[in-house]
């Protein structure tokens, strides 16, 4: 993760959006006007002076035994992060993670709308996804500097990623999530997220080896 | 992540899969006979220190300036993490996340082997997606004992994911790996990984609201 002039850290704004979730997720938690540090920790397997330290880095205090004001907890995060305001992608690569992205509709709580697809291939452009177009890649930066996109979406295999963030960077994108199995090379000031999928199986694996 | 016996824990086992795909996946850097923690580190963006302090946790010993053996580091990871054995797999939910996930080939460098798909969609059962089968939920149980698999992939919807892992884990399944947008209860020594795709989002988002 390079975002050099973040004020909240990645792993607290992480943690946010697990709060976040937590709070707005069950139907019967919503219902709850007030939520303690302490059941926030239990339910997420964090600290309860983890918890509430994370929320009074966002301006919120809770009331001794009382705790937060859950509505208060979500709206507040949400308007920290950003959640409140559509933030318009293009995504490009449309294979079957770029599909599976593109068809998610649990992206849109989070304000994020996938507006077009790119991909090299003929025999998928012209054609529609979930209501998403898909279009050649060669119109890709004329797309993003038109509609003034700032957020894309890579899924592109690894020997094509960096030359397309390249272009897309060059087009005015400030903000990668980059779902490549590869590093890429940007320069300051623009935020890359690497979502590494397999990492997750060092521990599964590693676990069933025992 | 829930793995009490764990020795390695689970930041250290993310950071030595990142060394792993760093040697091996260039190719230029395959010939390389050796690499520093310092080459490493930079490419990684992690301290040196801690590079060191990660291959010594499994027995690895850099020389002076020279490093590592590169071969024996990538094939050390490989067998501290389990990659170099078989897991079979079973992934329930076949919808466009579930369907990616059957498809990626990139897990088999993994170990990781997904032997049967499930769906409780008569529509989709009956079918193949790239050589898996696609069989009725209603079977699964019986599956997973009779095959003795020990490793689930969730791609359900959230409010089905807590039923079928418990069906899971009473058939013998000990580890998890759960892209369901929702946090599981299992039982102690289950090991649950939870992939929560929406998280990246965080820091995007956040960094575009500035």
Redesign the interface.
């Known amino acids: ?3 050099p ?2 004020h ?1 850290r ?1 792993l607290v ?2 943690r ?3 709060y976040h ?1 937590f709070l707005s ?1 069950r139907g019967g938690r919503k219902a709850l006007a007030t939520v303690t540090s302490g059941q926030m920790a239990e ?3 964090v600290d309860p002076t983890q918890v509430r330290k994370d929320l009074g880095s966002i301006g919120l205090r809770g009331r001794g035994r009382v705790g937060f004001n859950a509505t208060e907890v979500v709206n507040t995060i949400r308007q ?4 409140d ?1 559509t ?1 318009l992608a293009v995504l490009v690569g449309v ?3 770029g ?2 992205l593109i ?2 509709r ?2 849109a709580r ?3 709308r996938i507006v077009a697809a790119f991909d090299s291939d003929a025999s998928k452009t012209g054609q529609e996804l979930a209501g998403c177009p898909i279009r050649n890649t060669r119109g890709m930066t004329a797309f993003v500097r038109r509609h003034q996109i ?2 894309a979406i890579l899924s592109t295999p ?1 020997d094509v990623a960096q030359r397309v963030a390249d272009r897309l960077v060059a087009a005015g994108v ?2 990668i ?1 980059n779902f490549a ?3 890429l090379a940007v320069p300051e000031g623009i ?1 890359v ?1 690497d ?16």
């Open positions: 993760m390079i975002c002039d973040d909240l990645p704004l992480e946010l959006m697990l979730r997720e339910a997420l397997d920290v992060l950003g959640f305001r933030h294979g079957h993670l599909g599976a068809a998610y649990g992206f989070y304000g994020l700032h957020l690894a400030r903000a999530w199995p590869t590093r935020c997220r979502e590494h999928i397999s990492l997750g199986l060092s521990q599964l694996a590693y676990r069933l080896s025992d």
